[in-house]
């Protein structure tokens, strides 16, 4: 591995998917992708790009064909993702995706720093309750008083933020989000983007994040990368980042 500081790198990563006829789609075509730690990465492309497959194998559920990839400097390429898991922690668009709906806010919380007990990997630590505590008494759309209510009776909104709290609750070195907010209303998704981000800079998070919503891949994060027909064709950074116009982002999406 060439960067000993990085959390994730990707190198030379191909996926080719097949085809209801057999015939092959090459989906993600040699990738290589450095991500240091504290990047909060957006990650925008058109519909079919490669975004949910480059999350799903570097989170496990798939596996690459060919090339390497590390977290921390291990070798995971081989790694199922019960064995990542340890690492990575995930958010997906689907507000009924993250947690369980017969168990209470709080016992989703509560599963999520014991994942042991299902024979998973323990995390790296989990928050301090106090921490906890305080997490949950800010205005996160009254979830603190849904905390005896089994989860079914949440809105998505509230489910996405019990996802995101317990997502941040295992420190994972990683934090994966696929869409998180596409399901919610402008005015919840943007109240779900904001503690997104507090909780990526308080607890010094790592996170990549797919979105369609290009006030937000501009907006938060350090660093944006465009994937498109299996590639990274951009990826932008710091005051680069900071200085893109959505005009040019949008004329990205125009490139062939
Ligand atoms: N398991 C699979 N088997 C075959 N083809 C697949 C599989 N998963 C994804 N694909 C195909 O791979 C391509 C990329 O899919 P992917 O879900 O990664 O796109 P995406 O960039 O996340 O798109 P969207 O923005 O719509 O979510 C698509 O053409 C999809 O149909
Ligand atoms: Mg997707």
Redesign the pocket.
């Known amino acids: 591995m060439n960067n000993s500081t990085a959390i994730l790198e990707m190198q030379s990563v191909n996926?080719v998917?097949?085809?209801e006829n057999n015939l092959p789609?090459h989906?993600?075509k040699d990738i290589n992708l450095t991500i240091y730690p504290g990047d909060f990465i957006s990650v925008i492309?058109?519909?079919?790009?490669?975004?949910?497959?480059?999350?799903?194998i570097i989170a496990g559920n798939?596996a690459a064909d060919t090339g390497s990839i590390y977290i921390k400097n291990h070798d995971v390429t081989n790694q199922n993702v019960t064995k990542r898991a340890k690492h990575i922690a995930r958010v997906f668009?689907d507000p009924q995706a993250g947690t369980a709906g017969e168990l209470t806010s709080s016992q989703n919380l509560a599963v999520a720093s014991t994942k042991q007990h299902f024979g998973l990997q323990p995390y790296r630590r989990n928050l301090a309750p106090a921490e906890l505590k305080s997490l949950l008494q800010q205005p996160q759309m009254g979830l603190e008083r849904f905390l005896d209510t089994p989860v079914k009776y949440l809105s998505g909104g509230q489910r996405q933020v019990l996802s995101l709290l317990m997502a941040a609750q295992k420190q994972p070195d990683l934090l994966l989000l696929?869409?998180h907010t596409a399901a919610l209303d402008p005015k919840t998704s943007a109240a779900v983007m904001e503690l997104t981000n507090k909780l990526v800079n308080s607890q010094h998070l790592t996170s990549l994040m797919?979105t369609?919503k290009m006030e937000d891949a501009l907006h938060y994060g350090n660093r944006l990368i465009m994937?498109q027909d299996?590639q990274i064709t951009h990826d932008v950074r710091g005051d680069d980042k900071l200085k893109l116009k959505k005009t040019e982002m949008l004329s990205w999406f125009n490139y062939k």
């Not at 492309?45 to 799903?56: I, R, V």
């Open positions: 996926k998917f097949f085809t789609k989906i993600l492309g058109n519909n079919g790009a490669g975004k949910s497959t480059l999350l799903n798939l668009q696929d869409e797919i369609h994937v299996g």
